[in-house]
């Protein structure tokens, strides 16, 4: 659709000339066209010259358009013309001059094809846009008062509705030219602001200045806050905010925080944008608080410039103390829509690789925030989620390494839909890589195409009373886990449900006890994963307390044991009550008795068994007398009656459908519940025997 000549005035500085030849010169004040939505240039865009009021796409419609080359020449072009990557016309790759003989219309399309501005008459007598320049005094006081100087107040007043340009020239001979504003101002959306290299705007404290137009400044510093004054970008025109133009410098040293504040600040006063970093190191020595009360639907992006880790854009945190962070929530405000990506945060204290003190982000209080391409090293933890009410929050394509730990989910809090895609985890030095408290409750989190390697203990963690609510491991890879300290590469305790792990390697062979170890909740499964067993005894650990652990349906499922020595274990059911355990299609086949041992036995019960033969050759022993066992004593008796016929008798309660399997390996019969069913077992033969509630029965005797 045509755009108003008024919204494109604007957006594009046109400034017409009659040059020597009598051409009109088609020349940008700002030097580039400008995209409409976001402020910057147009790159690849296709302009069109034609008669006045007609549509200079159409071939019929366009006039004679020349291009004035770097040499001073002058030459005829097809159109359209094409801009460069920073929205300046070019002619054989150069830029160049746009030239037309009279009055004209403009179009301009993106390189999509989406038309960008179309102005139906450039007149050259009078409707030139932003053809007056104003230029203000430096010296005036307030340039928010009208004087006897020219201040930018005198401007707006003299340009009334008309276009036009306020320009901010460095002509004070000094370092810097400064513009004092000591009265609140508005620019006006027909006044575009410009501000050369040098030039400053210092506002008072208390003092607003709100700018509705165009507005021209490169990554240098323009202004100067004073106590509480503030610039504030209304009509949501501008959407990118230079950490330069309140004066970072981003050289390593410089304590750049009151100037990332300050744009922070801007941003959100504004309704939004993108505070835009550039390939530096800035060093912020205090807590950037995220988000202000009454600011929460407010759109924010933190945007680095990506590249190496030593070249692109990088935070360094060198004061933030234990227990804060350098991005921090403002306690008392919820934050939505915000984003932080592509670049680094490293928590060394300076001149060294120890690890600091403070985090580098704690969260509370979020929703719809993402964090994306971030490398964060040397900090005490990558993310501390604090307290209740994070949602919908996604940690994706980011690098944490040699940090003391990398997730910590605290106490009192309650994540819902938090999500790691394409997370790499490497060298966490003084704790679990990813850890849940007592108390933390999360709920639906998810580890997505995630790796752990080397990670000095385990790679994800849960206290007792976590209690964790729908956790997915889809696709992940670990490696050499707890190689400093640690039982368990996955040690998850008591309160939880649905846990699940599908398509996964897990090769962590540093761990003293097991690679996983799940005690006390409902519906663990397993689906497709590799598990290692080097160096570590065994796969898998469930529970640890007599009668107390109850696992309430294990599922594993297409997996893969890998071990590097007989005799190690696959599966241990430790002193655990686990009701329901389904086993298809595993390696080995969990119904197998070969080496390594399959199942070791200690103090458990087995409500039903799917899929699977439980025969393992597991509690061999030498009687020395009759014997009983309870419940509690397992399920697999491996006997040698020592020379004399023994009694194995039940003895306590059982559940119906509890199962025993009973190897006789010696010489002599061993009897099967003597006062009861009074079943012989013969010498190296075996029998299998169920409880039906009331009575024992045997279900098969005599297997050789």
Known sequence: MKIKRVLFSILLV???SVNANAYITIRLGPEYFPQTSIGRPVSSADIYVGIPDTDPEIVANQQTLYVQQEDGTIVAVAQPISTGAGGVPLYLGSPVVLLAEGNYSLKVLNKTGVQIYYVPNVNVASDNPYFDYCTPGYLAVDQGAVGALTTIKSCIDTLGANNGTILLKHDSGGATTTYTLSTDETIPTNVSLEIEKGSIISIDTGKTLTINSFFKAEAYKVFNLTGTGVVVFGGGNLKEYYTEWWGALGDGSTDDYTAIRAA???????????????????????????????????????????????????????????GHALFEQNQGAYVYKHRFRDFSINGAIAGSEVVGDGDAFRIAYLNDVHFDNLYI?????????????????????????????????LAAGASYHMSFESVQFYNTKEGASVEFKNGSRPK????????????????????????????????????????TGGDYAYDFLSGHRNLSFRNSDMYDNGCAEAVVHLVAARNYSFYGCSIGLDNTTRAMDL????GVDTIYGLILIGNVFYDDAAG?????????????????????????????????????????????????????ALMTGHETFTAHDGMTFKRDAGGV?????????????????????????????SAGINVDVATTEKGIFYYDGAAWRAFMVGIP
């Open 14 to 16: 046109l400034l017409l």
């Open 264 to 322: 922070y600040t801007c941003a959100l006063n504004s309704k939004g944008g993108i505070i835009q970093f550039l390939g530096k190191r800035y060093v912020i020595d205090s807590v950037i608080e995220i988000g202000l009360a009454g600011n929460l639907d407010v759109p924010i992006v933190f945007q680095g410039v990506t590249g190496s880790r030593e070249e692109g854009t990088i935070l360094q945190m060198d004061a933030i103390a234990t």
């Open 377 to 409: 090293t040397s900090c005490n933890s990558a993310f501390t989620v604090t307290n209740q009410d994070v949602d919908r929050v996604t940690i994706k394509r980011s690098y944490f390494a040699g940090n003391a730990q990398d997730v910590i989910f």
């Open 444 to 483: 639906i989190t998810t580890f997505r195409n995630c790796s752990w390697i080397s990670c000095g203990y385990e790679n994800v963690k849960s206290e007792a009373g976590s209690n964790i609510f729908e956790m997915f491991f889809d696709n992940i890879y670990s490696e050499l886990g707890c190689a």
């Open 543 to 546: 529970g640890t307390a007599v």
């Open 568 to 620: 190690d274990t696959i599966l241990v059911l430790n002193n655990a009550n686990v009701r329901q355990i389904t086993s298809i299609s595993n390696w080995p086949s969990l119904s197998t008795m070969e080496i390594p041992t399959v199942f070791e036995v200690s103090n458990y019960y087995v409500d039903s068994l799917k899929g699977t033969t439980f025969v393992p050759r597991l509690n061999a």
């Open 645 to 673: 016929a023994r009694n194995f008798n039940p003895t306590g309660s059982f559940i119906t459908g509890h199962m025993i399997f009973l190897d006789n390996y010696g010489g002599e019969t061993i009897t099967f519940d």
